[in-house]
Each structure stands twice: as C-alpha cells, then as structure tokens.
C-alpha cells in the first residue's frame, strides 16, 4: 500500500519514491567513484564510467545519443537552458512559441526572456487541455524561432501531440523544446521519430534522486551557455558533476525502461477504478479527455465545496491522502489553477480541484480506501456549508 503511517500517497507526479536499485546505485558511487569525473587518473576515470553508463541508460529512454546529454540541476534549470541558450542564440530574431499551461518554469523564463526583447507568442488550448495545430502553424510561420511545448501536463495529465507538433516543426525548419518531466517513464519518447531538438527531463519524477535533471541537445541545434566556468559538458554547463545523483537517475531510467508497459497498463486500471468510485457524486467534472490524459493521472474539479477545505479536510483527515490541488502552482499569487481555467473552467471550479497522481506503490487498497475517503469528504463538506 502506497501509505506512510496514515497517509496514502498519491502526489506521484509532485515526486516519486526512490525505484528499486536507486539508494545502491547511489550508495556505490558515493563510497566506490567519489572522485572528480573530469580528472584524468583512474579513480576520476572509474567515475566517468558511472556517469557514460547513467547517459547511455537515459539517452535509450528516449532515442538519443548519450553524447547529446547535458546534466542540469533538475528540469527547471534545463527549460531554462533550453529557452534562454535558444533565445540568446537566436539574437534579435528570437521569436519563441509556447501554450499558456506550459509549467511555471517555462512560463516564468518566457516573462524573463519578453522583457529583455525576445517576442513571445503564448497559444491558448481547448476544453480538453489541447493544443490547437492550425494555430501553431500559423504561429511558427509567423517567423518562430523555437517552438517549447510540454508533453504531459503537471496538472492534468492531458498529452500534446508531439509527433505531429515535430511534423509542424520540420515543415518550418524550426527547433522544438519538449518539456518531458512527466512523460519520461510514462510514455513512449522517440527525439528523432518526432523531431525534438531539445528535451527537458528531471530524475525525481521518475523515481530518482531529487537535484538532477538533463537536457538532450540534438546535433546543430544552436543554444549558448547560461552557466560559465570550467568548461564541463563542451562549455554548455559548467561545473562538477554530482556522480552519486547521475548514477541514482541512470538506476531509476533502467528501472522505468524495463517495466514501463505493464505499469503504466497497471496505473491505468487503478485510475479509472477511482474515477468509477469518484464519479458516483453528483457535480464532479473530470478533467481532460480520458483518452488523451497520461495512465497515472486523475484531476477532478467538485462543485458544492470550497477548495481549500476539501484540500485541507482530505490531507488533514483520516487516512490523510497525499493529494495536491489543481492551483498548487498558482497558489502563492491567491489565483485557482491556470491550466483548468485555460480550458474553460470557471475561478470556484478550478479552485475546487484535485489532482491524483499514482505511482509504483500504488494498489488495489490505496485506491479504495482513497476513493472512499474521498467521497465522504466531500459529502461532510456539502453537509456543512453548501456552496452558494
């Protein structure tokens, strides 16, 4: 059971437990290759193994080289590679295309890049969460430089069409930046078949250690360095490189690649058993279409409830379920969640949402007794203080 004390966890797409072999694999490399990957001699060399070996897995993952990887702090510094080495690249042409429920570090580094003169063109989506390719082609045509999409969204699970998105891009000879956080491990990625120039990933989402992400920079596509030191990583990402991480992701990319199918099969079937319990209340609204949301996730929005009681009254109750709200991202600014907003739902029904995310831990009786707990939930809540 996915349940720490009394806590069902299912914030999965937050992050996810340590996968199987990742603790040892990071163990070995603390105590086995503590020295400096970059340094010649042999301990130095012992760890430049572990961390080609850790960019081989990776690089399988998604149809890579292993030479085209740059190791970042996590896929926020990456997006921020990506977008601002692309911009910078680009010089006063750059022209960046991007969807307005992009995650918040796509979205910030745009705001950033448009008030230093970069043009930005933000893409709204249907009710559905999708985006709309006639418009994007008209966009790219518009004089585009890079094309940045996320694959699956952080709230909703909804799944861009990125092989049709890379269509778009080739026909235009545009670079395209996929943000993959939550789609590596989830969902087949080819960067060649579909045309990705650059890719955004991060090792916690996945059942690796937090603090390690990658970005893979396809052969000729043109990004300048953000961070200058030592000239690590041909100059693109300087410094030394944090072995024990590295070989914790490579641990956790070997581990989703051998068992990806079946377990993204099984969290399906889980999901849409607790949809089947969800679903017997009145006024709640699943959000995004079933068929084109990632198998782990399950966003809801409730009427007749005030989101931050529900958010509290579930994480606080018994047994407490490790849930975020679809505003988690806005919540700081006092709004409800952009992304549900964006596909049309009103301010109280964005505001009354919660996302499950389900993981490797998650089971028949997590879901049960979460569904359950759920259900009642909401049903005290409406008991209480009926929505206006």
Not at 168 to 196: F, K, T, W, Y
Not at 198 to 205: D, E, G
Not at 359 to 380: L, M
Request: net charge negative.
């Amino acid at each position: 059971m996915s349940a720490a004390g009394d806590v069902l966890y299912l914030d999965h797409a937050a992050t996810a437990p340590l996968a199987p072999g990742v603790f040892a694999a990071m163990q070995r490399a603390l105590l086995d290759t503590s020295a400096n990957p970059a340094s010649l001699h042999a301990p130095g060399r012992a760890a430049a193994d572990e961390v080609a070996a850790a960019a081989a897995g990776l690089a399988g993952l998604v149809n890579a080289r292993p030479r085209d990887l740059i190791w970042t702090s996590g896929a926020t510094e990456s997006i921020n590679l990506a977008l601002k080495g692309a911009a910078e690249f680009a010089g006063g042409d750059a022209h960046v295309v991007s969807v307005v429920t992009e995650h918040s570090a796509t979205l910030d580094t745009l705001d950033w890049l448009e008030k230093r003169g970069a043009r930005v063109t933000r893409l709204g989506v249907d009710d559905h969460g999708r985006l709309d390719l006639e418009a994007l082609d008209r966009a790219i045509a518009d004089g585009a430089t890079l094309v940045s999409v996320m694959h699956v969204n952080n709230e909703t699970g909804v799944i861009q069409e990125i092989a049709a998105i890379g269509d778009l891009c080739r026909e235009h000879g545009v670079a395209l930046h996929v943000d993959a956080a939550q789609s590596l491990g989830r969902l087949p990625i080819d960067m060649d078949a579909m045309n990705i120039a650059l890719l955004s990933v991060s090792a916690h989402k996945i059942g690796g250690p937090k603090g390690i992400g990658a970005l893979f920079v396809r052969p000729r596509t043109g990004i300048a360095a953000q961070l200058h030191g030592g000239g690590q990583q041909r100059g693109l990402r300087s410094g030394t490189l944090a072995t024990h991480q590295i070989a914790g992701f490579g641990a956790a990319a070997d581990h989703v690649a051998a068992t990806r199918g079946e377990e993204q099969a099984r969290l399906g079937a889980l999901r849409d058993r607790l949809w089947g319990q969800i679903d017997s209340l009145e006024g709640v609204m699943r959000n995004g279409a079933p068929a084109q949301v990632a198998a782990p996730f399950l966003n809801v929005s409730v009427a007749g409830v005030h989101g931050e009681a529900l958010l509290i009254g579930l994480t606080e109750g018994t047994p407490a379920l490790a849930v975020s709200s679809g505003a988690a991202c806005s919540a700081a600014k006092g709004q409800s969640s952009y992304v549900l907003r964006a596909m049309g739902r009103t301010p109280r029904e964005a505001g009354a949402s919660i996302r499950f995310s389900l993981g490797a831990n998650t089971d028949d009786a997590t879901i049960e007794q979460a569904g359950r707990r759920f259900v009642a939930e909401v049903e005290r809540l409406r008991a209480l203080a009926p929505a206006a």
